[in-house]
């Protein structure tokens, strides 16, 4: 901040020159509301731009909450009445100068002592679906998806999932991965999985019998077989980019969107090499989302899912153990819960029965190691053990939800690849 000194001549009655010097005011210093609210700036001239949280308007003086999004804390605004106007609503986008002071009150570390209140875009607070002492179900929120990011619920979760992506990348970036921008257009179904989204021109100029790529396309249900080719130059490679799948059901846990972390390392010996950049990637992003949004993950842990901060506290202490897959038949076996879905040798382990496997290891994350060979894709490597035949393959399990990762050891036998993709009837479409 700095004040310039202006110099100006007249001419004066007597033939001379008089010097009038002007001060030019002090620039206000623009801020975020989530660094005002942390004290920067105080005692100076502060500029805060955001959408008003609330109105309550006295005699003398004039209360707001305004909030920009940086924060789930808003910061209070104290003016005089007389910069009080019809337009000042809920909801209304303002601009607020004035001088930010500590705050005699202990709800809120600073306050911001208005000098002029802009309204810059008005918001009518009887149409406006949020009202301001109402907490509105999620359900109702989803009604309105161009307002609900300015409730706290997805403000919080938006802040959030923003710094688990910079935690992501900042893991493999730390670590020496290079990252891969795979193609979201693609002719790949990576898993034979068969649930696509077809990609085509629109338009009357569109011939439907013809191809646009002269082969059917698709957007991308993964970008693991690009990231295999990388990685035959690339000894660490990653992608983290969105994912589509055509799975038409309605439950959270099958979304038609959804962004995806892939990795592919080169030189590995076993699968300890792969469930290390698991637990050290979980471990990094889950410690940095709770060190940079603590009010953000609180307001889940006392209304959405409360106890449990201490499970997330419990994983964070503990090493993630490892149990192979008979291993966990074997537990499920043993078990008195009644599943829905068999647990014989060979099944696919199903959500109830990955969530009650956490629950037997002491609802903390762990492993699932060696896979029955015929229920993973053909690019796993072949344990070659009988009489259970396995593939080198691994999931992490995490309480609440099951599943949360897996990946497996390369094939990389090409004998043994060739027949695999025989047997799949994929040999001509990756003959590469």
Same mark, same amino acid.
């Given at each position: 901040? +700095?004040?310039?000194?202006?110099?100006?001549? !007249?001419?004066? !009655?007597?033939?001379?020159?008089?010097?009038?010097?002007?001060?030019?005011?002090?620039?206000?210093?623009?801020?975020?509301?989530?660094?005002?609210? %942390?004290?920067?700036?105080?005692?100076?001239?502060? =500029?805060?731009?955001?959408?008003?949280? !609330?109105?309550?308007?006295?005699?003398?003086?004039?209360?707001?909450?305004?909030?920009?999004?940086?924060?789930?804390?808003?910061?209070?605004?104290?003016?005089?009445?007389?910069?009080?106007?019809?337009?000042?609503?809920?909801?209304?986008?303002?601009?607020?100068?004035?001088?930010?002071?500590?705050?005699?009150? *202990?709800?809120?570390?600073?306050?911001?002592?208005?000098?002029?209140?802009?309204?810059?875009?008005?918001?009518?607070?009887?149409?406006?679906?949020?009202?301001?002492?109402?907490?509105? %179900?999620?359900?109702?929120?989803?009604?309105?998806? *161009?307002?609900?990011?300015?409730?706290?619920?997805?403000?919080?979760?938006?802040?959030?999932?923003?710094?688990?992506?910079?935690?992501?990348?900042?893991?493999? =970036?730390?670590?020496? +991965?290079?990252?891969?921008?795979?193609?979201?257009?693609? %002719?790949?179904?990576?898993?034979?999985?068969?649930?696509?989204?077809?990609?085509?021109?629109?338009?009357?100029?569109?011939?439907? #019998?013809?191809?646009?790529?002269?082969?059917?396309?698709?957007?991308?249900?993964?970008?693991?077989?690009?990231?295999?080719?990388?990685?035959?130059?690339?000894?660490?490679?990653?992608?983290?980019?969105?994912?589509?799948? /055509?799975?038409? %059901?309605?439950?959270?846990? *099958?979304? /038609?969107?959804?962004?995806?972390?892939?990795?592919?390392?080169?030189?590995?010996?076993?699968?300890?090499?792969?469930? =290390?950049?698991?637990?050290?990637?979980?471990?990094?992003?889950?410690? *940095?989302?709770?060190?940079?949004?603590?009010?953000?993950?609180?307001?889940?842990?006392?209304?959405?899912?409360?106890?449990?901060?201490?499970?997330?506290?419990?994983?964070?202490?503990?090493?993630?153990?490892?149990?192979?897959?008979?291993?966990?038949?074997?537990? $499920?076996?043993? !078990?008195?819960?009644?599943?829905?879905?068999?647990? #014989?040798?060979?099944?696919?382990?199903?959500?109830?029965?990955?969530?009650?496997?956490?629950?037997?290891?002491?609802?903390?994350?762990?492993?699932?190691?060696?896979?029955?060979?015929?229920? =993973?894709?053909?690019? /796993?490597?072949?344990?070659?053990?009988?009489?259970?035949?396995?593939?080198?393959?691994? #999931?992490?399990?995490?309480?609440?939800?099951?599943?949360?990762?897996?990946?497996?050891?390369?094939?990389?036998? $090409?004998?043994?690849?060739?027949?695999?993709?025989?047997?799949?009837?994929?040999?001509?479409?990756?003959?590469?």
């Amino acid at each position: 901040m +700095f004040q310039a000194a202006v110099k100006t001549f !007249s001419a004066s !009655s007597g033939g001379g020159l008089t010097c009038i010097r002007h001060y030019c005011k002090k620039t206000a210093r623009k801020l975020r509301v989530s660094e005002a609210v %942390s004290g920067a700036g105080l005692g100076a001239n502060v =500029k805060v731009q955001g959408w008003v949280r !609330s109105v309550r308007p006295q005699k003398a003086n004039l209360f707001l909450h305004v909030n920009d999004g940086s924060s789930l804390q808003s910061l209070q605004i104290v003016a005089s009445s007389e910069l009080n106007n019809p337009s000042l609503t809920f909801g209304s986008a303002v601009e607020v100068t004035g001088t930010l002071k500590k705050s005699p009150h *202990h709800k809120q570390p600073v306050e911001l002592e208005a000098e002029q209140i802009r309204v810059v875009g008005e918001c009518n607070p009887v149409d406006f679906p949020f009202k301001i002492k109402e907490r509105h %179900s999620l359900e109702y929120l989803r009604q309105f998806p *161009h307002l609900r990011c300015r409730t706290n619920a997805f403000s919080s979760l938006l802040r959030i999932r923003s710094e688990a992506t910079t935690a992501i990348h900042s893991y493999f =970036k730390d670590n020496g +991965f290079l990252q891969i921008h795979t193609p979201i257009i693609t %002719s790949n179904d990576c898993e034979g999985a068969g649930e696509l989204f077809q990609v085509e021109p629109s338009g009357p100029d569109h011939d439907e #019998d013809e191809n646009f790529f002269s082969v059917p396309a698709f957007l991308t249900v993964s970008g693991q077989l690009h990231l295999e080719v990388m990685s035959g130059a690339f000894s660490k490679v990653y992608t983290f980019g969105p994912t589509f799948r /055509a799975e038409n %059901s309605q439950s959270r846990r *099958h979304l /038609a969107e959804f962004y995806m972390v892939e990795a592919e390392v080169s030189f590995t010996q076993s699968l300890e090499d792969l469930t =290390k950049v698991m637990e050290d990637m979980f471990r990094s992003a889950t410690e *940095h989302v709770l060190a940079h949004c603590v009010e953000d993950v609180d307001l889940f842990h006392k209304h959405v899912t409360p106890g449990h901060r201490e499970i997330v506290d419990a994983m964070l202490k503990r090493k993630f153990p490892v149990i192979t897959y008979s291993e966990a038949i074997d537990i $499920l076996k043993r !078990s008195s819960e009644k599943f829905s879905f068999p647990t #014989d040798w060979g099944c696919d382990l199903q959500t109830e029965h990955e969530k009650y496997l956490v629950k037997h290891c002491g609802n903390i994350p762990v492993f699932v190691t060696d896979y029955p060979f015929n229920l =993973k894709p053909f690019y /796993a490597r072949d344990n070659q053990d009988h009489p259970e035949h396995t593939a080198a393959a691994v #999931d992490l399990l995490v309480p609440g939800v099951g599943e949360l990762c897996g990946g497996s050891l390369r094939e990389e036998r $090409l004998d043994l690849l060739r027949v695999r993709l025989e047997e799949a009837g994929l040999e001509e479409t990756y003959s590469w």
